[in-house]
């Protein structure tokens, strides 16, 4: 398996645009999970999904951010409109059934001018 | 819910020295307890876990050690070396009947010098 995949790597944007970054989880782990580190906070969970369903999204920081999981392998963490205080390494992981482990994708850096 | 606290935020050692980092968690029903190295530019990636039924895990030059009477879990890294340095964090989770968050520590920065 090719491990979490995550895109984009690198976004620059304009505070007040959209952005989408994106997820694929390894096949067969059941549990998927959005955190975002900063320098300030470090890493913060925002939500997480367990058989593509929510299960806690208390991390979420305010309404402009959503997630999905529409299937078991792909997932969406969505700010519309975006501030420069999102500006973070957003990380995607998910969580191998067996042992407990979470895997972590290599990180969107999000920058928002 | 779980809190996590870890200590020092950073540490400096000479090589061959041995380190500590400290964890405190609030959850007395978290029983699985891993730590995670997180080198510069990298994503964070597991190095040694540690379940409530043990108190001692070693692997090589690394340790960890837990004590759910006191809620404190240690990693402790033997004959340490420059490429040691990276930022490891400590994390919490209940992983039995049903699978809970997992909450990390603030992290610390570990800086081995040659």
């Known amino acids: 398996d090719a491990g979490v995949i995550q895109s984009p790597r690198h976004e620059v944007t304009e505070m007040g645009q959209e952005v989408t970054l994106r997820c694929k989880p390894i096949?067969?782990?059941?549990?998927l999970f959005w955190y975002r580190q900063t320098m300030m906070r470090g890493l913060e969970l925002l939500i997480y999904f367990n058989n593509n369903v929510p299960i806690d999204d208390s991390g979420m920081p305010e309404d402009r951010f959503s997630a999905k999981m529409p299937n078991a392998s792909f997932s969406t963490l969505k700010i519309q409109p975006s501030e420069p205080r999102d500006s973070a390494v957003y990380f995607c992981?998910?969580?191998?059934?067996?042992?407990?482990?979470?895997?972590f994708g290599e990180g969107s850096r999000l920058t928002v001018l | 819910g779980e809190n996590v606290e870890q200590h020092p935020s950073t540490l400096s050692v000479q090589e061959g020295d041995s380190a500590v980092i400290k964890c405190t968690y609030s959850d007395s029903a978290s029983n699985y307890f891993p730590w995670y190295k997180q080198e510069l530019g990298k994503r964070p990636q597991l190095i040694i876990d540690?379940?409530?039924?043990?108190g001692e895990k070693k692997d090589q030059r690394i340790a960890v050690t837990l004590n759910k009477t006191a809620k404190h879990f240690s990693l402790h890294i033997t004959e340490t070396q420059p490429e040691d340095s990276a930022v490891y964090f400590c994390a919490a989770s209940k992983v039995s009947g049903g699978y809970n968050k997992l909450i990390f520590g603030a992290g610390t920065r570990l800086a081995v010098h040659p």
């Open positions: 992981a998910s969580r191998d059934t067996n042992t407990g482990e979470l895997f």
């Open positions: 096949s067969g782990h059941d549990y």
């Open positions: 540690i379940r409530s039924n043990v």
